[in-house]
Every structure is written in structure tokens, then in C-alpha cells.
């Protein structure tokens, strides 16, 4: 059985380079490689530390094109961590939503529709990391302990990844159709 709900896209990102935080755009472009100009595009990514059971460096399929986020998580985090907040662009992310509460608990397989006809799938939650810890940081003065503290503040409430099922283009301000399975 399926469910389906709208939300907003607050903002919406790309990581550029070797970089850990995404710079914020009015729109993103997706091909089924991921977002244009990405650091994370590519219809494959090598293996690392997330998939122990091959070796580091194998080629595999790109299941993490992109990183979702909620401006509600985000908050949860911030006062996790006794932090004004956490901005969206700080931990690396690709879109951010408001609408979604629990957006880190959509399970995998979960459909998220653009008004151009984007489509992306979802493959399961994003992991928190101490890169995003460390980040975030760079941002907050006189707090040394985000690179770890993040990391437990995050945990279920990180957001998601997924890879691109349709091409298209997402703009800051559109809403999205969420169609999960239960």
C-alpha cells in the first residue's frame, strides 16, 4: 500500500570540488549521473568505508547522488547541540525540506516527484560522519567538540541519500510529491 504527501523545498545545494559543505542554488540540474557539477555525480562511486564487504577502491553502482535533509531535523539537531542552528549547506547537503518531521525515518524505496518531472529514489538514511562534524565547526567559534558531538546529535536524524530515477530540474520553493510504500 502506498502513501503520498507534499512537502517544500527549502533550498537547494551543490557540493563543488573536493569540498565537504554545498553552496546554496536557485536550481539543480539532474541526469541520472546525479546533480550537474556535484561532487557527488557519477552513475558509479568507488567503495569505502560504508562498504566493508568489498574492497576500498571497487567500482559499485552511485546510490548516493544525493543528501536530503529537514529544516525540522536540522533544528532537533541544533538544540541537540545547543546551537542557534545547523545550516543545510554546512554537513554537505543537496536539498533540504520543510514538511517532513521525520524525514530521516522514510523508508528506502520512497519516491520523491518534482513538479518538472525529477524523480529521485530514495536509498536509505545518510549516516552522520565526523567530515560533517568537523564542518560544521568551521562555523560555530569555540566549539571543538561538533566534530564528535555531531555525530551523536545526527544520529536518525541526518537525512537521507538517493540516486536520480528521472531526469530534470529542482528549484528552491517547489513542492514535492513523497510517495512511500508501507
Not at 27 to 32: A, C, D, F, R
Request: proline share 7%; hydrophobic share 35%; net charge positive.
Amino acid at each position: 500500500m502506498s502513501r503520498s504527501f507534499t512537502a517544500h523545498v527549502e533550498g537547494a545545494y551543490v557540493v563543488e570540488g573536493r569540498a565537504v559543505e554545498s553552496t546554496s542554488r536557485d536550481e539543480l540540474i539532474l541526469t541520472y549521473a546525479g546533480v550537474v557539477g556535484d561532487r557527488h555525480e557519477g552513475l558509479t562511486r568507488f567503495a569505502g568505508p560504508r562498504e566493508p564487504w568489498y574492497p576500498r577502491g571497487t567500482p559499485m553502482r552511485n546510490e548516493r547522488q544525493l543528501s536530503i535533509v529537514s529544516v525540522e531535523e536540522l533544528a532537533e539537531i541544533a538544540a541537540t547541540l545547543n546551537l542557534p542552528c545547523v545550516d543545510p549547506s554546512w554537513i554537505g547537503a543537496n536539498l533540504c525540506f520543510s514538511g517532513i518531521p521525520q524525514l530521516t525515518q522514510l523508508p528506502p524505496r520512497t519516491l520523491l516527484l518534482f513538479p518538472s518531472g525529477a524523480t529521485i529514489r530514495i536509498d536509505g538514511d545518510n549516516a552522520p560522519c565526523r567530515k560533517s562534524g568537523a564542518a560544521l565547526m568551521r562555523h560555530i567559534e569555540g566549539r571543538p567538540d561538533l566534530q564528535f558531538t555531531f555525530v551523536k546529535a545526527a544520529r536518525n536524524k541526518r537525512g537521507l541519500v538517493g540516486w536520480v530515477e528521472r531526469e530534470g530540474t529542482i528549484r528552491a520553493g517547489d513542492k514535492v510529491n513523497v510517495r512511500t510504500w508501507t
